[in-house]
């Protein structure tokens, strides 16, 4: 067994109310590719910012070199040799991969005046990108590279402090496959040289390539250690799945109506390249699925003219409408309550009643004059039929929780007349009480016959609520599951993609 | 919100007093219908830069548009003997002619207004030296345009024309920012341009209105000022005079942010900076120090504001915590949403420390 670098030991960490990592021990040897795999919100990333110094664990304990820490600051880590690549790359776009590499730490002469030794950095930076083989020199600015040569220099920065362990937290999920490839052999050349990588990815397929051992996490928990030669799809998807999920569904009353809306090869920017196509009945819980980042979002927001369209068409019972807007889509009936609600949803500072009407305030206004009458009714109303826990309905928007603000956002919505309705994450940080006040709400909209389409990356919402699920995958919908075929298996596969398996079959 | 235009009034009527104790020649009736004017000559203008700052932005060209408005408008009615209505509709037009290109280029072209405004500045001033080739344009002693100077410069019962057109108009604005479905946009807006584009509303035709607006206004403000002082010379008329609005607006109580103000705090700073430059007359101070003593009363006023509000933030934040607190342990709140949120805050790399 080789030297083992770090151990992680019996890690809890919890938040107020809910419990990120629950007992995961963890330990990395010289020179070992791990791979860490699990659903969106599994606790992969609480871990690594554990490891990284960023979060302190409740419990357990870190043993590096023989020494054993309750909790290590970010220095420390630093100093142990633990790195890390970004998801979203955490470089500064307008400095130059030299002075992006030793960011913090330049090297200085000119004594008291403390100049920055720019050669000194580029002639030092220059053997690192020629052991990763980049083809662009240290006085690049990093805004001209491409995400892959971004990953370089953040590579790089890794082997200037002498990393020991670099942490890739999903690495090419901007790739291309040719770049992937590329740094599948970088990341076999820092295991040849003893550096030892964590790999977290959603991708099985690169998983399988480059891991030496795997390990699952799912709801805080570690629930599976694969050895290389266990490593297959069917059992990593099957460690990953498997909670206990709670009976939250609760049947249409009437099959779901006739008509709806039919989105027929949608274009959006996010994607450029690929097709959507999805249609939602009246009547209908729509779940769609997928990875963080598989095109949901992008979807959600050109149905409503966030984002202009690309290409494609929306129809609402078999005719077309224009979304240009989103008050051409407000127009047409079709709302959007959006994944960030303190950015999107709410005007924070404003009060309940004020973010109630935003969007319908030329109702309740006789020659644009607001009636403060009508407007208070209806932002009452609004309070009282979502059970909104505010002391009146002029309290700041900022002062109640989370729930009882994406009530307000779907108050918003309600005092007028939606025909079709995105929810983006609905119960994203919302409380279990008003969790299922949402879902039952979702219910009773659908019975009044609007289509729902609910985009959620919580397994359990997304099996429990919806009536039909459709998963999306790289920008595109890669199928669409009916109840009797509902299970997490299903579900993962699609989200994790056909495509990904055939590539990965083609692989050595 | 009230509060702190009860605070400025109150501390207009405190300093008022003190200077009059000291003088009583700042309370009689001829200083302070002098005063009034002047309140109303800058408070017409105040306005305009007070929604623009509720947007999020700002105007800088105001005084240069004074200066090429002005050339414009004495020209019109001197050289070209144009009938003084007709005069009149060209520079209300052409304020908002400037103030919708301004308004086009922020939003549409997605300009910082800084800059587009900082740009109109140097333009307008520039366009308005050349057009006279840095010559004053003044009145002769014909009768130009006399009925329009009597309305502008002249007075109801001894209060100034100017003074009645600010309330005049100030209650017109004050009816659209507080009670219009316009000004409910306007500081949603301000607030959060982003949610407000979720809820449906066009926020660059709100931003662009808001410019407009002030165009308008400053059109406005030109044919008084060319009344006041009977003549404009391109290179100096006008100049500084954005800064007294934007001054105004602040001390009112707008952020800069964005999002906050009202329409009678905007008139009640304007008059208090009137007040202050008068004091300085008054009470023998150096007229040198004049924009010091200014300076000095708006930094202490937004200081006060701020401590002021943070505090009222910390109580709040306080009350909120006191209303969460048991339910999230009655009801272990926040299960499962917690870790993915906590997944979207930024890591923050090892090696950067």
Known sequence: MAEILFELAGISKSY??????DDVSLRVSRGEVLGLIGENGAGKSTLMRVLGGVVAPSEGVIRIGGQEHARMTVTEATKAGIAFVHQELNLFENLDVAANVFIGREPLVGGPLKLVDNAQMRARVSPLLARLGADFTPDTLVDDLSIAERQMVEIAKALSIDARVIIMDEPTSSLTISETERLLEVIADLKAHGIAVIYISHRLGEIMTCADRVVVLRDGRTVGELARHELSHAAMIRLMIGRDLKALYTPPKRPSQPGGCDIAGLVTSAFPDRQIDL????????????????????LARAAFGIDPLLGGEIRIDNAAVGVASPRDAIRQGIYLVPED???????????????????????????????GVDERKVAKEQVRRLAIKAPSIDMEAVTLSGGNQQKVVLGKWLSMQPRVMFFDEPTRGVDVGAKSEIYALMRELAEQGVAIVMISSDMEEVIGVSDRVAVMHEGSVSGVLERPQFSEYNVLRLAMGQALETVEAAAP | MIKKELGLGLLLVVISAITGAINPAFLSLVNLLNMANLIGLFGVFALGEGLVIITGGIDLSLGSMFALLGVVFVDLLTTYQVPWPIALLAVLLGGLTLGGIQGFLITRLKMQPFIVTLCGLLIYRGAARYYTTDSTRGFGYGDEAGALSDIASGNVAGVPNSFILLIILALILGVLLHRSVYGRWLYAVGKNEEAARFSGISTNIVIATAYIISGGLAGVSTVLFVFYTNSVSPSSFGNFYELYAIA??????????????????????????????????ILGIPNSLNFAVMGTVILI????????????????????LARTAPRSTLVQGQQ??????ADALPVRTGDQA
């Open chain 1, 16 to 21: 107020p109310g809910v419990i990120a990592l």
């Open chain 1, 279 to 298: 249609s939602v009945r009246h009547g209908e819980i729509l779940g769609l699925a997928g990875l963080v980042g598989a095109g949901r979002t992008s």
């Open chain 1, 341 to 371: 609600r303190k950015k999107s949803g709410l005007v924070l500072e404003l009060p309940i009643r004020e973010n109630v009407t935003l969007a319908s305030l030329l109702n309740y206004a006789r020659m644009w004059l607001v009636s």
């Open chain 2, 248 to 281: 105004a607006a602040v001390l009112g109580g707008c952020s800069l942010r964005g999002g906050e103000g009202s329409i009678l705090g905007i008139v009640l700073g304007t008059a208090l900076l009137q007040v202050l430059q008068n004091l300085v007359n």
């Open chain 2, 301 to 320: 006023g937004v200081l006060a504001d701020h401590q002021l509000q943070a505090r009222r933030r910390r109580k709040l934040a306080l009350a909120g």
């Open chain 2, 336 to 341: 499962g949403a917690s870790p993915r949120g």
